[in-house]
């Protein structure tokens, strides 16, 4: 799961909420003069991103370019590994076996996604420890989304239709991004993403054949997750000052908003055929761009989320760092088994070879 | 566990990172997916399994410690691999044969 809401800072200039561009602007230090040879390999990798390439670990990059997707893999890692806790709510109150199964295999895709990415931001030069403790000290961002609470059983189907499907969208053009470990990992989440959206749909088409009441937590769930996953893809266009470099860089390849769009016009038939209504009255064709017209998003309370004010972030923070410091004496206890069993082996060694 | 025993350095606390090669059925060669931090060799495969194998993508799994790796400089792409760029007799192409030999 991802979001391009990634656009935004890590701490600590979270106190400046909604960037524009002058801010941005006024924050960026003054880049340093380049060396001949830099300048160089400066033109060498320019004309690689032209001509579509692929930039590979080892390969010289500008800072600013490693920088950037530090930030957005290791924020992109954090997102799946935080998004296992909502879920994760419901194994133990999932209504049949068949659904615990199901749920169990869709957070563990979660946690292998998360795995995949901290391995492809490790070969920027960033290690694991960094990149987690930048998580659990809370200057690392992750999506906003998993700080609102799931509330019902229908929860877990519209994060799996909804929020996933949103992820979907914005996943299928990172296989194109420009550094290849990020698009290789893209390619192997895309693939099992689609498990995960279809999982929740079909929980969903169950719910909608059941009860009244059933029904009712269907819509009530779809009711509190839409506006939100239509601001997982970031500010508009117009307030997204980094997008633009990272089209250039080819990091990027489709604005925030044409996903969006894309998003509502994919979505807008499948909640028809599920029988539960998308809560924007101003939701309609709009026959003349031959797309969904859609509301305003309450962006003030997507970036009071953002920065930490949302309904879960706290909780969020103290599971993941609890289970954490939990699971340290099983690091330590794995590391000292090996290193034992390493010296038993050389010793062994020592006394064949005498 | 006791306080003094959590500082020390992060770096000798993380366990060492493995690369990973999945053979995904047999008759292919095992290829790199990706790595992973795991304490020793067979944990590393224990974790393989588990990260990259969750819906039968291999029949086999190699891991090495990525330490172990040696590889070609980016930087010399061009002295490296360049000589064999003007050694075209080496391609099938270079020769010319009569149409009517036919496929060759």
């Known amino acids: 799961m991802y979001t391009q809401s990634f656009n935004v800072q890590d701490a600590p200039d979270t106190s400046s909420a909604a960037p524009n561009a002058a801010s941005m602007a006024a924050l960026k230090s003054v880049p340093k003069a380049l060396t001949e040879a830099e300048v160089a390999l400066q033109a060498q990798f320019d004309a690689r991103i032209d001509a579509d390439g692929k930039v590979e670990p080892r390969d010289w990059m500008p800072d600013a370019y490693r920088k950037t997707l530090v930030r957005q893999i290791s924020q992109h890692a954090h997102s799946e590994i935080v998004g296992m806790l909502p879920e994760g709510n419901w194994i133990s109150r999932a209504p049949s076996l068949k659904r615990k199964a199901i749920l169990i295999a869709k957070v563990q895709d979660e946690a292998g996604h998360g795995l995949y990415l901290y391995s492809a931001a490790e070969t920027l030069g960033t290690s694991r420890d960094q990149m987690l403790d930048a998580l659990h000290t809370g200057k690392a961002k992750y999506s906003s989304i998993f700080n609102y609470p799931t509330l019902n059983w229908a929860d877990v189907g519209v994060i799996g239709w909804l929020v996933d499907g949103a992820a979907i969208m914005n996943q299928i053009p990172l296989c194109r991004c420009s550094y290849g470990p990020y698009a290789r990992a893209m390619i192997r989440v895309c693939k099992e993403e689609s498990f995960h959206q279809r999982q929740g749909y079909e929980a969903l088409l169950v719910m909608m054949q059941g009860t009244a009441e059933q029904k009712a937590m269907v819509q009530d769930a779809v009711n509190r997750w839409w506006w939100k996953c239509l601001a997982m893809f970031g500010p508009p266009d117009a307030d997204s000052p980094n997008s633009v470099q990272g089209m250039r860089w080819g990091i990027k390849r489709i604005s925030n908003d044409d996903l969006r769009q894309k998003f509502v016009d994919a979505t807008v038939p499948q909640a028809k055929i599920l029988g539960v209504t998308l809560p924007d009255p101003d939701l309609k064709w709009n026959e003349e761009r031959q797309h969904h017209d859609y509301g305003q998003i309450d962006w003030d309370e997507f970036w009071a989320t953002v920065n930490g004010n949302g309904p879960c972030n706290k909780e969020r923070l103290g599971a993941r760092v609890k289970a954490w410091n939990d699971g340290q004496w099983v690091r330590d206890a794995a590391l000292a088994h090996a290193n034992k069993q390493a010296e038993r082996q050389a010793q062994k060694n020592l006394k064949e070879a005498a | ?104």
């Open chain 2, 1 to 104: 566990m006791s306080a003094d025993q959590t500082t020390s350095s992060p770096a000798l606390k993380e366990w060492p990172l493995w690369e990973v090669f999945v053979r995904s059925k047999q008759g292919l060669e095992h290829k790199h997916c990706g790595s992973l931090h795991a304490s020793d060799s067979q944990h590393a495969l224990q974790m393989a399994r588990d990260v990259y194998t969750r819906r039968q993508e291999g029949v086999s799994i190699w891991v090495v410690q990525s330490s172990s790796i040696a590889a070609s400089e980016p930087n010399d792409k061009s002295e490296f691999f360049e000589p064999s760029s003007d050694k075209v007799y080496r391609h099938p192409t270079f020769y010319e044969i009569p149409s009517e030999v036919g496929h060759m």
